[in-house]
T-cell receptor
Framework: DAGITQSPRYKITETGRQVTLMCHQT?????MFWYRQDLGHGLRLIYY???????DKGEVPDGYVVSRSKTENFPLTLESATRSQTSVYFC??????????????FGPGTRLTVL | RKEVEQDPGPFNVPEGATVAFNCTYS??????FFWYRQDCRKEPKLLMS???SGNEDGRFTAQLNRASQYISLLIRDSKLSDSATYLC?????????????FGTGTKLQVIP
């Protein structure tokens, strides 16, 4: 039971490069989320997806692109990385429990450093 | 007013103490509520779902007060291992979808 996985776990890149962070879940959950967490701060939602081919912006979407062609995958791309995007990135998934959205399950995170 | 608000703390309490956190939410249409625990930039992990009737799991008790729009988390007999940041999460219907909002977290430090 793999659950939710993220890759890579650690990434160092340079300013201006394109970077893609991968997220994969094995539960067929409808919802998937990307968050970033800067040192000493709380989680901030970047994008979320309610189902395959349905995505929407969160609190801090600028500089990021997402896609969801398959239910189980939700990649996050930094089109042109900037130093301000140095952060820990968490992916999460969730599904309906009756009429309510149930708990989120988080991946282990990707620690991204942009030099 | 923020959609979800938590006292950031830190709460410094001695071992064995009882400590309580509150989390207020602004949208009366919010439907489901959760408490998560996060250790030092690791992934948040579910601590408890919060039901209107209240629920208890060992030393932890969570309650929902819809009239006053807050959820609470009570930790009894605090252990050193309880030191962490506690996040509340509120899910709210929004345009046919669900909006998930995290509080910024309350930091707990249990002192020997």
């Amino acid at each position: 039971d793999a659950g939710i996985t993220q890759s890579p776990r650690y990434k160092i890149t340079e300013t201006g490069r394109q970077v893609t962070l991968m997220c994969h879940q094995t539960w067929s959950h409808s919802y998937m989320f990307w968050y970033r967490q800067d040192l000493g701060h709380g989680l901030r939602l970047i994008y979320y997806s309610a189902a395959a081919d349905i995505t929407d912006k969160g609190e801090v979407p600028d500089g990021y692109v997402v896609s969801r062609s398959k239910t189980e995958n939700f990649p996050l791309t930094l089109e042109s990385a900037t130093r301000s995007q140095t952060s820990v990135y968490f992916c999460a998934s969730s599904d309906w429990q009756g009429a309510f959205l149930d708990t989120q399950y988080f991946g282990p995170g990707t620690r991204l450093t942009v030099l | 007013r923020k959609e979800v608000e938590q006292d950031p703390g830190p709460f410094n309490v001695p071992e064995g103490a009882t400590v309580a956190f509150n989390c207020t939410y602004s949208n009366s249409a919010s439907q489901s509520f959760f408490w998560y625990r996060q250790d030092c930039r690791k992934e948040p992990k579910l601590l408890m779902s919060v039901y209107s009737s209240g629920n208890e799991d060992g030393r932890f008790t969570a309650q929902l007060n819809r009239a006053s729009q807050y959820i609470s988390l009570l930790i009894r007999d605090s252990k050193l291992s309880d030191s962490a940041t506690y996040l509340c999460v509120v899910n709210t219907p929004s345009g046919g979808y669900q909006k998930v909002t995290f509080g910024t977290g309350t930091k707990l430090q249990v002192i020997p």
